[in-house]
């Protein structure tokens, strides 16, 4: 969505090489696979325009099937069984890499637990 102005196609080849980079570094790898110059998209432009991408598809994310069956049965399995406030136990947490608690996929977390 952010390249097919330019006549780009931001393609599975392209992704593979970006997992897991920082935006400002990934957005360099793509401007160059796209042979883009700053004119056309900058790196900070990039990164802004994918974020506004995420939220307005993020809305969109249905929790998998059998995730949150998931999350319930490992709360219940690893609890506290004796009410205690055990150290020893088993703490849960979901993650994600989004750079901020009030990026894209936080209404995830709100949603589904």
Known sequence: MIVSPFNKEFTW???KKI???RGEDWSRVVIDE???NEEEMSCE???EKWQ???RDLMHEVNICDGALETVET???LYQDQDGDDDENQM???IATSSNS???PFSHLISNFL
């Open 13 to 15: 080849e392209i992704k």
């Open 19 to 21: 997992l897991g980079m």
């Open 34 to 36: 796209l042979g883009l």
């Open 45 to 47: 432009m990039m990164v």
């Open 52 to 54: 506004e991408n995420l």
């Open 74 to 76: 490992l709360k219940f």
């Open 91 to 93: 703490k849960l947490a």
């Open 101 to 103: 608690s009030s990026g």
